[in-house]
């Protein structure tokens, strides 16, 4: 025995069977009525995935044939064929030659297969069969042998009914096999009232309409396809991506800042439009040491700058133990920073003598809410 690829079925499925070497030229008899059993693995690529049994039944007395393919749990395979054949007698005895025709016959399933298929037969005796077909340049030879069971070459499907398989829409018809797209579905009110009407609602909870635009700024506002009978323009339904990209007021009521950190939060907002504005406290302070330091200096006093706007003259003489707070003290500079866009920024900070000259200088990262201690100490 050796494996050789078959086309005997000529799905496009790929099987293996087992076959002989070559036929017994020497046949007995002539008859090939009967079920003829014959291995054939389901190949996938160049893996074997399961062994399946086929079975070819020969009805001489109906004219037909039919194969049954089942898989590994017994159940019959769409791969089944049927169809009727002619026997072409060349007189000698056994061998003979098939013309088999892929024909619907009582529900067996059909593949958009070659209507026809010539077979060489070859009955060795009462129990085996050879198949010998052309395929691919080379002769092919399949063996099978007989079963003790008569032919079926036919079986009956469950009936094909017709209708809507959708168990949602209001004709629903639980007996339908094939969904011919008739399914009907109860009407849904749109946030205008209209049954199964065009208007949408945005993210923010907004209704808005669907419109024709014609021209010249004229927008005609419709509730249905119906209305658009007689109007000539550009068709633009609510919430659409047209809609979306060229309507103002889709989403306009929840954009805002979302930041609850930012002292302009609105907790209704549902998109950031960057409008977020926040605020930080800042105090600029000597300790004992600058205190100490200036003194010996002669100098008395110190002015406080934050992006070159003056915030306040600070006494050189007076130094802090510990750090203060933020809120408005003697013998510190408080002052508020504010901006827009995140919840943190920089910014630019002097300290300059009453000469001008700059005593103390940065570049400050500040979060929001929080009180930035600026400590000023001895060089």
Not at 25 to 34: A, C, K, M, V
Not at 356 to 370: F, K, V
Request: aromatic residues 10%; contains cysteine; charged residues 15%.
């Amino acid at each position: 025995m050796k494996k050789l690829l078959y086309l005997l079925l000529l799905t496009p499925i790929i099987y293996l069977a087992s076959c002989s070497s070559s036929p017994d030229l020497s046949p007995t008899t002539t008859s090939l009525h009967g079920t003829w059993q014959y291995d054939s693995w389901l190949l996938d690529g160049n893996e074997l995935l399961n062994d399946y049994v086929s079975y070819l039944n020969i009805c001489e007395d109906s004219g037909y044939w039919a194969t049954q393919i089942f898989d590994i749990e017994g159940n019959m395979t769409s791969n089944s064929q049927a169809g009727s054949f002619t026997i072409n007698d060349d007189q000698t005895e056994g061998v003979f030659t098939v013309e088999l025709v892929y024909e619907a016959i009582n529900g067996w399933l059909i593949l958009d297969l070659p209507q026809t298929f010539s077979v060489s037969i070859y009955k060795l005796d009462d129990n085996e069969l050879d198949f010998s077909f052309q395929y691919a340049g080379h002769t092919e030879i399949i063996e099978s042998v007989k079963t003790p069971t008569e032919p079926t070459c036919s079986y009956t499907l469950a009936a094909v009914v017709s209708g809507c398989t959708d168990s949602l829409a209001t004709n629903y018809n639980p007996l339908a096999t094939i969904d011919d797209g008739s399914c009907e579905y109860p009407a849904v009110l749109d946030c205008m009232g209209v049954p199964n009407g065009l208007a949408a609602v945005d993210d923010c909870g907004d209704c808005h309409q669907s419109y024709v635009y014609q021209g010249m700024g004229v927008v005609t506002f419709i509730a249905m396809l119906a209305d658009t009978a007689g109007l000539d323009g550009m068709l633009v339904i609510a919430g659409s991506a047209e809609d979306i990209a060229s309507n103002p007021n889709w989403n306009a009521s929840c954009y805002g800042c979302i930041d609850p950190l930012a002292i302009n939060w609105n907790p209704t907002a549902i998109f950031d439009d960057g409008s977020c504005n926040y605020t930080s406290d800042v105090v600029f302070y000597l300790d004992l040491a600058a205190a100490v330091y200036f003194d010996n200096l002669g100098i008395n006093y110190l002015e406080v700058y934050v992006e070159n706007n003056f915030l306040g003259q600070l006494n050189a003489n007076i130094g802090h133990t510990s750090a203060p707070n933020c809120l408005p003290q003697p013998d510190a500079i408080t002052s508020v920073i504010e901006w827009q866009g995140s919840g943190s920024s920089t910014f630019n900070w002097e300290v300059r003598d009453i000469t001008g000259i700059i005593q103390y200088s940065g570049t400050d990262l500040i979060l929001a809410n929080e009180c930035h201690r600026i400590q000023m100490t001895a060089k």
